[in-house]
């Protein structure tokens, strides 16, 4: 596999430095990217760089992810507006094991493996430093000029920022240079990728090999995703989309990716999976002849939910999605885990009502029309039963003396109630 050309097919290329593709032709390269370790999961912003790296060990070179341990004690200016927050080393450690298990999904980190994938932190050579040795060492090798010339440094201090650039800040590119730097004398790492937005910080890097060790070094950054609307790619209104089953359900993940748009989904599929060219270029023929099958989200969708979480997680979405939107069956909806049932039903309606209510038989009128204001009035409660619109767990209500008890509940906890087709509701027994 030629590395340049298939990340070029896929969109995965914004700015190349000349004569990396000759250094990758040339011989078995490592490259490293960075990932900022402020959470314990990466997000599905991560996946690009991530994706970067898979095509790039696929291809034959060797991977090295570089948890930002002291980057992340000090805050990157590119594409920010205000300083971040500072962590601790013990939070930091915490969530570099994170991220390395969810990494795991995606490379293959076997020493054994002459291409076998490695994870470094690069506070186990910063703590080093002295700031008199720091400013010695590597200070004098870049020119404030040559500092001041980056478009990141440039913006915020161009006066549209009200917070101006801290020297913490303005030193970042110092600090992401002298990780390349490291890696090249003790990895004999030749190339760093990352988003668009890092080119500055890693033209730095290349700069200060050149100009150290007299060394020659590459860049490669692939463009900022953005959604076809031009909001922020991966962010929802709850916030950021998770790799992390605790944070973003898999039944939500699933979906995320499922309701992208046409035009969303068909440079997604080529960034976000491993999908060979000939059967993307036939899922978006089969597409464009019938948009309404959605051919391309769903296996967009799959792809992705397989590969980050498994092939049950998206076994479970799809079903989770049936109930939803389809018909479904109570058995389909009693097997759902409590996260993933409230996944789906997040946002509904929801009614409390005490359990000793339950722990007896209560009359389906009563429980609907009176200890809840699922329906206004006991007449239009019957006569929705009457006419077929209402169904308890998925389960049809035919009858205006039908009652429900706590073995009714799901979970020991819900009723899913249903009002003609869309109208949900969930009475919660406390």
């Avoid at 992340?72 to 200016?77: K, L, R, V, Y």
Wanted: charged share 25%; hydrophobic share 35%.
């Amino acid at each position: 596999m030629n590395f340049v050309n298939e990340l070029t097919w896929r969109g995965m290329i914004h700015d190349m430095m000349p004569g990396t593709e000759e250094q990758i032709k040339k011989e078995m390269t490592t490259a490293y990217v960075g990932i900022d370790p402020t959470a314990d999961s990466l997000h599905i912003g991560h996946l690009v760089g991530v994706m970067m790296l898979k095509h790039f060990q696929v291809a034959g070179h060797k991977p090295i992810v570089l948890v930002g341990g002291a980057t992340g004690m000090i805050g990157d200016p590119s594409g920010k507006s205000q300083e971040r927050n500072l962590l601790d080393e013990e939070t930091l450690r915490h969530n570099q094991n994170c991220l390395k298990e969810q990494l795991e999904k995606f490379l293959d980190f076997n020493p054994d493996v002459e291409n076998g994938a490695e994870m470094v932190n690069n506070y186990d050579w910063m703590k080093e430093f002295s700031f008199l040795g720091f400013i010695r060492d590597i200070g004098k090798h870049i020119t404030v000029n040559y500092m001041m010339s980056k478009d990141s440094v440039k913006k915020r201090l161009d006066g549209s920022s009200k917070t101006g650039l801290s020297f913490t800040e303005f030193t970042y590119q110092l600090v992401q240079g002298t990780d390349f730097l490291h890696l090249y004398e003790t990895k004999n790492c030749k190339l760093q990728m990352g988003g668009s937005d890092q080119w500055g910080n890693i033209t730095t890097g290349t700069e200060l090999i050149r100009r150290k060790l007299g060394g020659e070094a590459f860049a490669l950054t692939c463009p900022l995703i953005t959604k076809a609307d031009g909001k922020k790619f991966g962010k929802t209104e709850s916030g950021n989309v998770w790799l992390d089953p605790k944070r973003t359900s898999p039944y939500k993940f699933y979906q995320f990716w499922l309701n992208t748009s046409d035009e969303d989904a068909e440079r997604y599929i080529k960034i976000f999976t491993l999908l060979p060219k000939e059967e993307i270029e036939k899922l978006v023929a089969e597409h464009q002849e019938a948009p309404h099958t959605r051919i391309l989200q769903k296996t967009l969708a799959k792809e992705v939910t397989c590969m980050v979480h498994s092939e049950a997680d998206y076994d479970a979405a799809v079903e989770a999605s049936q109930i939803l939107f389809g018909k479904g069956t109570e058995e389909q909806l009693r097997k759902l885990d409590e996260d993933t049932f409230l996944s789906v039903f997040e946002g509904v309606p929801q009614f409390p009502v005490d359990r000793k209510l339950l722990d007896e038989s209560v009359g389906v009128i009563d429980l609907l029309a009176e200890h809840t204001e699922v329906f206004p009035s006991k007449g239009e409660l019957r006569r929705t039963i009457k006419g077929g619109g209402l169904s308890i767990n998925k389960s049809k209500v035919t009858a205006d003396d039908a009652t429900v008890n706590a073995a009714s509940l799901i979970g020991e906890k819900y009723l899913l109630v249903q009002k003609g087709k869309k109208n949900y509701f969930l009475i919660i027994a406390g």
